[in-house]
């Protein structure tokens, strides 16, 4: 299985200061295709998961443009560049590429 | 408005079952794979079972293969995860979910609660 690994698990942030989230694949997420399936997913305080961008760098509809993400092959990045309070949540990398789907551990942003 | 609405969730007993479904609305269910993704009490999510459009294709995380049957009906617009032999480390919020590779957006139900102990 493709073993996905974040850091850091925790994230305090100062409300406007930019955040970075890594992941780290044991495998290449470059499937067949040429795509490279790589997601981030946001999960607010009680609610239900929502993905933010998809293939590495794509964002979702409605997604606001102060989420970014950026990397290849094993090596990959969410940046926030100004935390908001509505940002508060656990951030999960998710990869598609290998079966069975797998999900890093979360890291978790809180406001300072 | 699309919706995924989770049933099936309760108490049971190491060792017993439980078939857990998942009502699709507002979408071409039979277009898409869906998934059932898992969340323990206060720990991170995990992926559980994927089944392709007609039911031809289906994967599961090593932990619960053998013991997890994921199934769908399209003409019901309908997914289910039959469950059985299950055991304390499955309990969890077990959320019904369309998660694509692609631009097309993900769906998440609100998840049902599997509590598995004596």
């Known amino acids: 299985d493709a073993v996905m690994t974040q850091s850091p698990l925790s994230l305090p942030v100062t409300l406007g200061q930019a955040a970075s989230i890594s992941c780290r694949s044991s495998?290449?997420?470059?499937?067949?295709?040429?795509?490279?399936?790589l997601n981030w997913f946001q999960q607010r305080p009680g609610q239900s998961p929502r993905r933010l961008i998809y293939?590495?760098?794509n964002r979702d509809s409605g997604v606001p443009d102060r989420f970014s993400g950026s990397g290849s092959d094993t090596d990959f990045t969410l940046k926030i560049s100004r935390v908001e309070a509505e940002d508060v949540g656990v951030y999960y990398c998710?990869?598609?590429?290998?079966?069975?789907?797998?999900f890093g551990q979360g890291t978790r942003l809180e406001i300072k | 408005e699309v919706q995924l609405v989770e049933s099936g969730g309760g108490l049971v007993q190491p060792g017993g079952s439980l078939r857990l479904s998942c009502v699709v609305s507002?979408?071409?269910?039979?277009?898409?794979?869906m998934n059932w993704v898992r969340q323990a009490p206060g720990k991170g999510l995990e992926w559980v079972a994927g089944?392709?459009?007609?039911?031809?294709?289906?994967y599961y995380m090593d932990s619960v293969k053998g013991r997890f049957t994921i199934s769908r009906d399209n003409a019901k617009k309908s997914v289910f995860l039959q469950m059985n032999s299950l055991r304390a480390e499955d309990t969890a919020l077990y959320y019904c979910?369309?998660?694509?590779?692609?631009?097309?957006?993900?769906?998440w139900g609100q998840g049902t609660l599997v509590t598995v102990s004596s």
């Open positions: 979910a369309r998660v694509p590779l692609g631009p097309t957006g993900d769906y």
């Open positions: 507002g979408l071409t269910f039979s277009n898409y794979w």
């Open positions: 089944i392709n459009q007609d039911g031809s294709e289906i």
């Open positions: 495998q290449s997420l470059v499937y067949s295709d040429g795509n490279t399936n």
């Open positions: 293939r590495v760098s």
């Open positions: 998710m990869q598609g590429t290998h079966r069975p789907t797998t």
